[in-house]
């Protein structure tokens, strides 16, 4: 069926705010994801809900041709912190100032608003679809990556991406994501014998051991980067012991640390190196240590070409600033859908995004709404 508009243009701030006053703390939903679908299925897209555990996602469609352009978001936020240090309601969606003020008005729920206002104004031929979630915020196991593996059984082709996350730096449109550093969680645990610290002969100290161990892990300089990325970073995110006496050789000892990685390395890598480290300072120490590992996502870079060139020139047409091409940050369910087409974050000023008092410009999701529909128009006109 061809891709029209089925009503009446939708206003940006005025979904923000309906999204917004949708309590959906990971993994809640409260209504959110049946805010997008009423919202969607008047513009004409057919919508199937997919839940996965508790999570709510969403896949809609509108047209039947390509190329389907697609968007990606996510309706869940984080939680809202201590309330009272909130000057409003965090789901309140009050407007002072000029700004949406509430949890989740960057991240995400303004530029999911600000794409389907973009789209309830333009024709276009293809197809234009929305994969939604409600687990980006959250462990992420039963959102993004669970509707990609759907998509892919059933054949569904997308042929471009693009992720309404927050990557605009200080100005709308000054930097896009083309990429994306991955992230591994190793925990150590070592696990010695316990006893009085005036008699060391009889015990087994943990920590140098599980010091040692760290500090041979941070000693290793990972890479000196790689085209578009920064240096891999290690980082040790906690040592604990949960020992409370000064006189008792605790019995086990354990450290977190955390590596964003470029393309110079894969996870599996990563988590061999990992469980070697850990076999060596082992070895003859009469220590046990125990590695638990987990990979968030492994690096990945939506090549330049014709696609990323597109944004770069909209967003100059729209904006007038020239816009970066960045892989920093931390992890997005970009990471998934680069294993359906290429993908790019574009999207609200990120400044405010997971803090007290949480805000966006009227203006500004007025202008990304625009921004968007140009966007969408350059696509069609370029790619169909």
């Known amino acids: ?73 996510h309706t869940d936020v984080v939680p809202g912190g201590v309330r009272s240090l909130w000057k409003y309601d965090p789901f309140g969606a009050e407007i002072h100032d000029g700004l949406v003020i509430g949890r989740g008005a960057v991240d995400m729920k303004g530029g999911i608003a600000a794409w389907i206002a973009a789209v309830s104004r333009v024709e276009a031929p293809g197809s234009l679809s929305f994969l939604i979630t409600g687990d980006e915020e959250g462990e992420a196991s039963d959102g993004t990556i669970r509707v990609v593996e759907w998509l892919r059984e059933r054949g569904e082709v997308i042929d471009h991406c693009i992720v309404g996350e927050p990557s605009s730096s200080a100005q709308l449109g000054d930097m896009i994501k083309v990429g994306r550093r991955g992230s591994i969680n190793a925990t150590f645990v070592v696990t010695g014998k316990q006893g009085h610290v005036a008699y060391p002969q009889r015990a087994l100290n943990p920590l140098p051991v599980l010091v040692d161990l760290v500090a041979a892990l941070k ?7 790689h085209e578009g990325f920064p240096p891999s970073n290690l980082e040790i995110t906690t040592i604990d012991t949960g020992n409370t006496a000064t006189n008792v050789i605790p019995q086990s000892a354990t450290a977190r640390v955390n590596i964003r990685f470029n393309p110079t390395h894969s996870g599996a890598e990563l988590k061999a190196w990992f469980e070697g480290v850990a076999a060596e300072h082992a070895e003859g120490s009469g220590a046990k240590i125990e590695v638990r590992v987990s990979i968030s996502g492994e690096a990945f870079l939506t090549e330049p070409g014709p696609f990323v060139d597109l944004i770069a020139e909209v967003i ?35 400044q405010t995004m997971h803090q007290i008092n949480e805000c966006v410009p009227v203006t500004e999701l007025q202008a990304l709404a625009d921004g968007y529909a140009a966007l969408i128009d350059a696509y069609f006109k370029r790619f169909a």
């Open 1 to 73: 069926m061809p891709n029209t508009v089925k009503s009446a243009p939708i206003d940006p701030v005025v979904l923000t705010q309906n999204l917004i006053r949708r309590e959906s703390v990971t993994p809640a939903d409260a209504g959110a994801m049946d805010v997008v679908q009423r919202v969607l299925e008047g513009l004409g897209f057919a919508c199937e809900r997919l839940k996965f555990g508790q999570i709510e996602n969403l896949y809609a469609r509108r047209g039947t041709t390509g190329p389907n352009l697609c968007f990606a978001g």
């Open 219 to 225: 000693a290793r300089v990972l890479d000196e980067g």
């Open 316 to 350: 100059a047409a729209q904006f007038g600033i020239e816009t970066d091409r960045s892989t920093t940050g931390g992890t997005s369910d970009a990471r998934f859908i680069r294993a359906l087409c290429p993908v790019v974050e574009f999207g609200l000023v990120g």
